[in-house]
């Protein structure tokens, strides 16, 4: 075979492995992520914004107890603020549903991560990263008050079958131990990233009423106006406690 000819049937085999890489990839990604939303979608909108801390934090302080873990109730970040959960108040019945599993992990004594929201579709997957004992106590007023055991490394898929405000999960073994979930009933939620921002998907067009829920600070409420096919923003700012 001339030198050139092999040299173009190889590229030819790359470029097919890559092609059918690139498939497989996409696959993967769409069978764990949220599913497709249907009905109106095609026309829905979005909202993106930055939850903000005005007038700056103190730096975290240790957890007493702890082996230098630190305080992890209001990450700022430049002052932009981290776990933070934004929702629609008084959604429309929803137009599709999450199924991917929300994984909250035991890592050195720390939940991870500290501050969670799923829809009641949304297996909650309690995991443990640790070889030791944790429990995990949900401290629920709405879905049954329960608590998981783990000795060792592994996993525990529960589901929460009402929706509900944001709660406390704490460790018995542990008393620094502390994370904060949220249920909601629809899929129109986020948690703010360490840079503040959120987005919320595939809203359905509308006036709504959005909410920032922060572990330490007054919630808030701003009026947003969701338009089909564009992105709206919402931005919050918390004063500083
Ligand atoms: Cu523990």
Known sequence: MPRPFKIQCLATIALLCAACLTACSRS??????????????AAAGSIVGRVTLAGGASLPQILPG??????ESLMVHSGNLKNVIVYLKDAPPSTFSKHDPVVLDQIH???????????????????SSDNMLHNVHLQCSVNPDQ??????????????DKPEPPFAIKCDVHPWMSAYAAVFSHPWFAVTDS??????AAVPPGHYTLVAWQ???????????????????????????
Do not use: C, M, W
């Not at 993967?28 to 979608?41: K, Y």
């Not at 840079?195 to 919320?200: C, E, K, P, R, V």
């Open 28 to 41: 993967s990604t769409a069978d764990s992520t949220t599913a497709a939303p249907t009905g109106n979608s």
């Open 66 to 71: 702890s082996p230098n873990l630190f305080d």
């Open 109 to 127: 004594t720390q939940y991870v991560p500290h501050v969670i929201a799923l829809q009641t579709t949304q297996p909650l997957r309690l995991k």
């Open 147 to 160: 608590n998981y055991g783990f000795s060792k490394p592994g996993t525990r898929d529960i589901t929460l």
């Open 195 to 200: 840079d503040g921002t959120f987005t919320i």
């Open 215 to 241: 572990e330490v600070l007054p919630p808030q409420e701003i009026s947003v106006d969701v338009t089909a096919d564009q992105s709206t923003t919402a931005n919050f700012t918390f004063a500083a406690p």
